[in-house]
């Protein structure tokens, strides 16, 4: 089984969406976290940007391939 750069790219999208979706469920205190923990910020950042390397790479493959 060979792992494609493809792949790859999907599954940063997947991760960047959860990554997404807890950071914005632990921002709004749904899932509580201790108050000195500022870690949504970090895992909504890091989140953002695996989506928009999926982003940017499927609209390459969609336009330029």
């Given at each position: 089984m060979e792992i494609s750069f493809y792949d790859i790219v999907i599954y940063l999208g997947i991760l960047g969406l959860l990554m997404m979706?807890?950071?914005f469920l632990?921002?709004?205190r749904?899932?509580?976290i201790?108050?000195?923990y500022k870690v949504?910020?970090?895992i909504g950042i890091l989140g953002f940007?695996?989506?928009m390397?999926?982003?940017f790479t499927m609209l390459y493959?969609?336009?330029f391939s």
């Open positions: 979706i807890i950071s632990t921002g709004m749904y899932i509580k201790k108050p000195k949504h910020k970090r940007i695996f989506a390397i999926h982003g493959n969609y336009f």
